[in-house]
């Protein structure tokens, strides 16, 4: 706050709180638009959308829109953010590659985890949808950066899988960057069956032999 707005603040003695209130709807009106823009990226595809679209879906006209967002290539940045964001958030402290100290600690994290990706990628489908199908091929730049998160999900179950190793509930001859490779790989085969067939049953018999491999597969005999 500059000295001016704080002598302001200083004779005005309303001037806080409306300001406050200001910046919380300018925050709001920011998350709805990127909200907006990823319901619609999502069910019709980025080059199918425009800003108009997102707009129109507001109630908000177009100036508005670029009082928070360059463009449209800027807004599929910040929705990209917001759904990494999401995937961080629930996860949780509790989840951290180092929480668990021993194999039931680990049993217990793998099914935090496992219900917790259901939440965010199958029961808004919409999120693997944009992830997978429409943020893939805009451009080079947005390609590298979801590489990225490929990379980003890779270096974080081999940290699980490193310090299972470290604590001695895991393989010590456990090839923890390869196995957090393949990891990867069967979550994402996952996702896109169940995005395929979103039969509760099925899934639920999936997921868990997921878990099953990434406990019994490689916990220390």
């Known amino acids: ?119 965010i990628f199958l029961e808004d489908r919409r999120v693997a949808q944009l992830l997978l199908f429409q943020a893939t091929g805009i451009d080079k730049e947005l390609t590298m950066r979801l590489y990225g998160l490929l990379d980003t999900a890779d270096m974080l179950t081999a940290g699980y899988l490193e310090h299972g190793v470290d604590m001695g509930y895991l393989r010590a001859d456990l090839d923890t960057r390869n196995t957090a490779r393949a990891v990867t790989g069967m979550i994402l085969a996952a996702i896109l069956h169940g995005m395929r067939d979103p039969d509760e049953n099925a899934m639920s018999d999936m997921t868990q032999a997921i878990r099953r491999l990434l406990i019994d597969g490689v916990r220390k005999d």
């Open 1 to 119: 706050m500059t000295s001016h707005s704080v002598c302001e603040h200083r004779i005005i003695g309303f001037v806080t709180k409306p300001s406050s209130r200001i910046e919380r709807r300018k925050a709001e009106l920011r998350q709805e638009i990127i909200d907006a823009a990823f319901a619609l990226f999502a069910e019709q595809g980025y080059h199918a959308t425009g800003i108009a679209d997102i707009a129109t879906e507001l109630g908000i006209g177009h100036g508005t829109f670029y009082r928070y967002f360059s463009n449209k290539r800027d807004i599929i940045d910040h929705v990209i953010d917001d759904l990494a964001a999401r995937i961080v958030e629930a996860l949780g402290t509790d989840n951290a590659p180092d929480a668990a100290t021993s194999l039931a600690e680990y049993r217990m994290q793998i099914e935090r985890i496992g219900r917790a990706l259901n939440v």
